[in-house]
């Protein structure tokens, strides 16, 4: 059926937006999570203490895009509100075993497994399910819900910092599981509009019944080689992306101390990447086919430039110059991978294809800020490991910028294809039409004869 375009689908927007939200929110705010870690558990001995300390929040973020393509194959199986509310539970279980832990060992279960995993079986569903309620106005439905990780990732930092002061980091995270309390309720919102006939003759049957292996993992999106470029070129740029918000915080404290809000810095990141979401999104409308990329190239490219001026920065305001351009870019990345997807495999296997594309993102994101950290205990200082970290964003973009032209080549291969079909078609049927000229024709002369 056509999708409603409204009625309760405000009300699944809405929680589709907090999942959005505090998913994100509480991810892109790890810095501040990261540095009161640093205090609790640290000594002056370890020398490794950045290096273990941030396998934590990398190891969390990464974790949420390698289950994408798990999610997805769940999400088709059992349907939308069942994997959301069974994924908030178990992020709720894992956030709130994190807040009873005494050593920095446990943390990597329960914060970087446990949690992260419910987070992105509570996440991605939250994106499929708007598909059904919308489509005239998915776009814009898209960019309040995108918008609700700006929203949280501006306002959490000071209700975070607040929180560190006035109770310690366990209590902290005991106040964020209700956040993941309300996820868990509002994936109850979810609710399919027709029921799945697959559902339908399982219950009849008693028993269910999973499809083949094939349309449960479509691996041919493979096959396009546009979208191979795509899904390999983008976790080579992201090998330092994740950097600067696990270590910019701690960056500051070394650099400026206590003298200067760092908190201010995540603020500007979370403004001008919602406004980047927005503007972005609306150019990409306007930008013909797989063309947007350049927009994604264009992104990479500042990024990096952005990543490698951070230790040039001896003056705080310049850190928020760098933080604004950095938000607003890293807003344009996100916004638009969907409608690239979308250009590159067609609607039919865009799910999967962003799964899979989630699934090779997680490696790089999970990898690069303990090996900032590492750079960081070896070096007493972050500036080398921000520079590194501004190097894969270039090499990243530079490989996407002959995905245009060869999708183009792969589009006129495809045109061409058919067009000799017809081609040899019409030989056929000249060559046939002659053929029964040529015995008509005797035929005629015969009769003619007599």
Same mark, same amino acid.
Request: hydrophobic share 50%.
């Given at each position: 059926?056509?999708?409603?375009?409204?009625?309760?689908?405000?009300?699944?927007?809405?929680?589709?937006?907090?999942?959005?939200?505090?998913?994100?929110?509480? %991810?892109?705010? &790890?810095?501040?999570?990261?540095?009161?870690?640093?205090?609790? =558990?640290?000594?002056?001995?370890?020398?490794?203490?950045?290096?273990?300390?941030?396998?934590?929040?990398?190891?969390?973020?990464?974790?949420?895009?390698?289950? *994408?393509?798990?999610?997805?194959?769940?999400?088709?199986?059992?349907?939308?509100?069942?994997?959301?509310?069974?994924?908030?539970?178990?992020?709720?279980?894992?956030?709130?075993? *994190?807040?009873?832990?005494?050593?920095?060992?446990?943390?990597?279960?329960? !914060?970087?497994? /446990?949690?992260?995993?419910? &987070?992105? =079986?509570?996440? %991605?569903?939250?994106?499929?399910?708007?598909?059904? !309620?919308?489509?005239?106005?998915?776009?814009?439905?898209?960019?309040?819900?995108?918008?609700?990780? *700006?929203?949280?990732?501006?306002?959490?930092?000071?209700?975070?910092?607040?929180?560190?002061?006035?109770?310690?980091?366990?209590?902290?995270?005991?106040?964020?599981?209700?956040?993941?309390?309300?996820? =868990?309720?509002?994936?109850?919102?979810?609710? @399919?509009?027709?029921?799945?006939?697959?559902?339908?003759?399982?219950?009849?049957?008693?028993?269910?019944?999973?499809?083949?292996?094939?349309?449960? &993992?479509?691996?041919?999106?493979?096959?396009?080689?546009?979208?191979?470029?795509?899904?390999?070129?983008?976790?080579?740029?992201?090998?330092?992306?994740?950097?600067?918000?696990?270590?910019?915080?701690?960056?500051?404290?070394?650099? =400026?101390?206590?003298?200067?809000?760092?908190?201010?810095?995540?603020? &500007? /990141?979370?403004?001008?990447?919602?406004?980047?979401?927005?503007?972005?999104?609306?150019?990409?409308?306007?930008? @013909?086919?797989?063309?947007?990329? $350049?927009?994604?190239?264009?992104?990479?490219?500042?990024?990096?430039?952005?990543?490698?001026?951070?230790?040039?920065?001896?003056?705080?305001?310049?850190?928020?110059?760098?933080?604004?351009?950095?938000?607003?870019?890293?807003?344009?990345?996100?916004?638009?991978?969907?409608?690239?997807?979308?250009?590159?495999?067609?609607?039919?296997?865009?799910?999967?294809?962003?799964?899979?594309?989630?699934?090779?993102?997680?490696?790089?994101?999970?990898?690069?800020?303990?090996?900032?950290?590492?750079?960081?205990?070896?070096?007493?200082?972050?500036?080398? +490991?921000? $520079?590194? +970290?501004?190097? @894969?964003?270039?090499?990243?973009?530079?490989?996407?910028?002959?995905?245009?032209?060869?999708?183009?080549?792969?589009?006129?291969?495809?045109?061409?294809?058919?067009?000799?079909?017809?081609?040899?078609?019409?030989?056929?049927?000249?060559?046939?039409?002659?053929?029964?000229?040529?015995?008509?024709?005797?035929?005629?002369?015969?009769?003619?004869?007599?």
């Amino acid at each position: 059926p056509e999708p409603p375009e409204g009625g309760w689908g405000w009300v699944v927007m809405l929680a589709a937006m907090w999942c959005n939200g505090a998913v994100f929110g509480i %991810q892109n705010s &790890c810095g501040v999570l990261f540095v009161s870690m640093l205090r609790l =558990f640290g000594s002056s001995e370890d020398k490794q203490l950045v290096f273990k300390t941030a396998w934590v929040s990398s190891l969390s973020m990464g974790m949420v895009f390698f289950c *994408s393509p798990i999610v997805s194959v769940f999400t088709d199986l059992f349907g939308c509100r069942k994997v959301a509310v069974i994924g908030a539970a178990v992020g709720l279980a894992g956030l709130l075993s *994190s807040s009873f832990v005494s050593t920095i060992e446990p943390l990597y279960f329960t !914060y970087g497994i /446990l949690f992260a995993c419910g &987070c992105s =079986f509570a996440y %991605q569903p939250s994106l499929v399910i708007l598909g059904h !309620y919308f489509k005239k106005r998915l776009g814009l439905v898209n960019g309040i819900v995108t918008a609700g990780s *700006s929203l949280f990732t501006v306002s959490l930092p000071f209700l975070l910092r607040v929180l560190l002061d006035s109770v310690d980091l366990f209590n902290t995270l005991r106040v964020l599981c209700t956040l993941m309390f309300v996820l =868990f309720l509002a994936g109850f919102t979810y609710k @399919p509009l027709v029921p799945d006939t697959k559902d339908k003759e399982g219950g009849k049957k008693g028993k269910f019944k999973l499809p083949p292996g094939k349309k449960i &993992c479509n691996f041919s999106v493979f096959k396009v080689l546009s979208y191979r470029i795509w899904a390999f070129g983008i976790p080579t740029a992201l090998f330092g992306y994740f950097v600067p918000y696990v270590h910019l915080m701690n960056h500051v404290k070394d650099r =400026f101390g206590d003298s200067v809000p760092e908190e201010v810095l995540l603020l &500007c /990141l979370g403004i001008t990447s919602g406004v980047g979401r927005l503007v972005f999104g609306r150019v990409a409308d306007y930008i @013909p086919g797989a063309k947007k990329i $350049y927009l994604q190239v264009a992104s990479f490219f500042f990024i990096g430039l952005m990543s490698m001026m951070i230790p040039l920065c001896h003056v705080f305001g310049a850190l928020i110059a760098v933080c604004l351009f950095m938000g607003l870019f890293d807003g344009c990345f996100i916004c638009i991978m969907a409608p690239i997807a979308f250009e590159l495999v067609g609607a039919q296997d865009v799910s999967q294809a962003i799964g899979f594309l989630l699934g090779l993102m997680s490696v790089p994101m999970t990898v690069g800020p303990p090996v900032a950290g590492l750079l960081r205990d070896k070096l007493g200082t972050y500036d080398v +490991a921000f $520079y590194l +970290a501004g190097v @894969p964003p270039l090499i990243g973009g530079a490989i996407l910028c002959f995905i245009p032209w060869i999708h183009e080549r792969q589009k006129l291969k495809e045109r061409a294809k058919p067009v000799d079909g017809e081609t040899t078609e019409k030989m056929l049927g000249n060559e046939s039409t002659l053929v029964s000229d040529t015995t008509e024709k005797p035929g005629k002369e015969l009769e003619s004869g007599i």
